[in-house]
C-alpha cells in the first residue's frame, strides 16, 4: 500500500470514525467545563451588573444598553457566535412612550334608550395602549363565562363587536384569545372603590410605554365602571349584577340587538425609543442536530430608580432609591453568562446548537422574549427546548422550584440528572404557588405558548422583590453555581440526545394550541 492509499484510506476511517467521536464529551472535558461555574465569578459579575451605577436596569435606559454590552462582549470572548440583527450580538426592537388625551377621549352607548355617555377617567379608562387614535365602534356582545378551553360560541361572528367580559381575562393566554377573535373593543368591568379607581385612572393618564409586539392594533381597550354601564344594559333588557353572579360551564355570548358602544381615543405619541435583546449561539457538533437548539433565556433589566413622586415600581426606603435587582434577574442573566462559558469550554461540542438570550423588557410584560419568538433569529420550529431562569440567587439552599415538570417529559429528564449528580447538593422541586401563576409570569411563557417545551428555575419571590434592598450583598452565590451546574447538566442531556424533547398532549392542548 503507497502513501496515497495510507492517506485514503486514514480519511475514510476518520470519517466513519467522526460519529463516535462526537457521540459524547469525555468526563475531563465536562469537568473542566463546569468547573468554570463557580461562586466567586457569579458575585462578581451580579456586582457588575446590579451595581448602583446601573440604576436598576429599567427598559429603556442607558444602563441596560451598558449591560447588554458587558453581556454581548462576554458572549464575544467565549467564541460564540452572533445571533442578533445583521452580524451582531443584539436584537433590537422598538416602541413608543404615549399619553392619553383626555380631554378629547370619550365613549358612547347608544340604542339603549337614551344614549349614555361614558367620560374619561369619571366613567372608563383605556386598559391598554395598543391602538391608535381614532373611533372604534361596533354592536355589544356581553360574554360570560370561560376563556379557555372548547367554546360553543361562534367566535368568528364576534368580529368587529364590542365585547364586555362580565368573567374577566384572568391571564395572558386569555386575553390574547379574546384579541383573536378581532373586535373593536374590549370593555373589562371594574368594581374598584372611589380610592382604587383614582389611583387607576393616574396611572392610565400617565406617559406609558406601548408594547413593542402588540404595536398599533384594531381593538381598542377599556375598563368601564359598573355603575357606569349598569343602567344602560339595563334598558337594554340585561341584568348585569346577575349575569356576573352566575357561572355556566362553558363560555356564553349575548348580543343586545340595537345596542352599540363608540369610543374615541386620543393618543399622542411623545417619544420612540428601542432597547436591546442579547443573542449568542454555540454551534453544535453534529451534522444534522446542529440545526437544533437549546435555549437558555435570563432577562437582564429590573425596575429601575425610584421617582421623585415614588411613581414606577420601585420605591425608594429612607436614602437608597435603586431597585438594584440583583436576585431579579441580575442572577439569572449571569447564570446564562456562566452556563454559556461552561459549553464553549466542552470538547467536543455538544451535539445541538444552544442559544444563549438574555432579553429585556421583561418587567414592562416579557417585551423582549416576546419580541424575539415573534422575531426569531433562528427557526422556531427547530428550538427543542428552553431553559429560563428568573431569580436563582435567594431562599433555600438545597432546593429550587422547577415550573413546568408536568408539562413535557423535561420533567423526567431534569430529575434523572439531579439524581445522576447528588454532589451538587441541590434538588428540584414542583411549583409550590400554582395560585401565583408564575407559568405565565416570565420569559418562558413566549416560548411555550409557541409550543417549545419549557423549565422555568425560580427560587421564588422574598421581601427585597422589587425593592431596593435586592441588592448583590444578599445573594447566595454559592448556591446559585449549583443551579447553574445543575442546569447546565440537563442542559447538555437535551443538546446531546438524539429525541427531541416532547410535550404532554393535554398542555400542549391547553398551553400552545390555547394561547393562539
Not at 420 to 431: F, K, N, Q, T, W
Request: charged letters at 20%.
Amino acid at each position: 500500500m503507497n502513501n496515497d492509499q495510507v492517506k485514503r484510506l486514514s480519511l475514510a476511517l476518520a470519517t466513519l470514525l467522526a460519529p463516535a467521536l462526537l457521540a459524547a464529551q469525555s468526563p475531563a472535558s465536562i469537568s473542566r467545563a463546569v468547573n468554570s461555574i463557580t461562586p466567586e465569578d457569579i458575585r462578581r459579575r451580579i456586582g457588575i451588573i446590579a451595581d448602583d451605577s446601573m440604576r436598576g436596569r429599567d427598559t429603556p435606559s442607558p444602563e441596560l444598553e451598558k449591560v447588554a454590552a458587558y453581556v454581548a462582549r462576554e458572549f464575544r470572548r467565549f467564541g460564540l457566535q452572533p445571533g442578533g440583527d445583521s452580524g451582531t450580538y443584539l436584537q433590537r426592537y422598538h416602541f413608543d412612550r404615549v399619553q392619553f388625551v383626555a380631554d378629547s377621549s370619550i365613549a358612547f352607548v347608544h340604542g339603549a334608550g337614551d344614549d349614555v355617555t361614558l367620560r374619561y377617567a369619571t366613567d372608563f379608562v383605556f386598559a391598554d395602549n395598543a391602538f391608535a387614535s381614532g373611533d372604534y365602534a361596533g354592536a355589544l356582545v356581553v360574554l360570560h363565562g370561560p376563556l379557555t378551553g372548547a367554546t360553543p360560541v361562534d367566535t368568528a361572528a364576534l368580529a368587529g363587536k364590542m365585547l364586555v367580559l362580565a368573567t374577566p381575562a384572568r391571564n395572558r393566554a386569555e386575553r390574547a384569545r379574546v384579541f383573536g377573535w378581532r373586535p373593536a373593543g374590549v370593555v373589562q368591568l371594574a368594581s374598584d372603590p372611589d380610592s382604587v379607581w383614582a389611583v387607576a385612572t393616574a396611572r392610565s393618564s400617565r406617559p406609558q410605554l406601548r408594547d413593542p409586539v402588540r404595536g398599533v392594533g384594531s381593538t381598542a381597550t377599556l375598563r368601564v365602571r359598573v355603575q357606569s354601564l349598569r343602567p344602560a344594559l339595563a334598558r337594554a333588557g340585561l341584568d348585569l349584577d346577575a349575569l356576573r353572579q352566575a357561572g355556566p360551564a362553558a363560555l356564553e355570548a349575548t348580543p343586545l340587538p340595537g345596542v352599540q358602544v363608540h369610543v374615541h381615543a386620543t393618543v399622542r405619541i411623545l417619544k420612540r425609543n428601542s432597547a436591546p435583546n442579547v443573542v449568542g449561539i454555540l454551534e453544535g457538533s453534529d451534522p444534522r442536530l446542529r440545526q437544533e437548539y437549546v435555549v437558555f433565556s435570563a432577562h437582564m433589566d429590573h425596575v429601575g430608580v425610584a421617582g421623585p413622586a415614588g411613581s414606577g415600581q420601585c420605591r425608594a426606603i429612607g436614602a437608597d432609591s435603586i431597585c438594584n435587582g440583583a436576585d431579579d434577574d441580575a442572577s439569572g442573566t449571569i447564570a446564562v453568562v456562566g452556563a454559556a462559558e461552561a459549553f464553549a469550554r466542552l470538547r467536543p461540542r455538544p451535539k445541538r446548537s444552544i442559544l444563549f438570550l438574555t432579553v429585556s423588557g421583561e418587567e414592562k410584560g416579557l417585551w423582549g422574549s416576546s419580541y424575539f419568538t415573534e422575531h426569531p433569529t433562528v427557526p422556531l420550529a427547530n428550538v427543542v427546548a428552553d431553559l429560563n431562569i428568573d431569580m436563582v440567587g435567594r431562599n433555600w439552599t438545597d432546593t429550587i422550584v422547577v415550573i413546568g415538570t408536568e408539562h413535557s417529559d423535561l420533567g423526567v429528564t431534569l430529575h434523572r440528572v439531579a439524581a445522576a449528580h447528588p454532589e451538587l447538593g441541590m434538588r428540584p422541586i414542583d411549583d409550590l404557588w400554582p395560585q401565583e401563576n408564575f407559568y405565565f409570569r416570565s420569559d418562558h411563557y413566549n416560548f411555550a405558548r409557541k409550543g417549545v417545551p419549557i423549565l422555568f428555575f425560580f427560587n421564588g419571590t422574598h421581601p427585597d422583590y422589587h425593592r431596593v434592598g435586592d441588592e448583590v450583598a444578599r445573594i447566595d452565590a454559592e448556591k446559585e453555581s449549583r443551579i447553574v451546574k445543575l442546569a447546565f447538566y440537563l442542559g447538555l442531556e437535551i443538546a446531546n440526545r438524539t429525541e427531541r424533547p416532547k410535550w404532554n398532549p393535554a398542555s400542549y392542548r391547553q398551553i400552545a394550541e390555547g394561547a393562539n
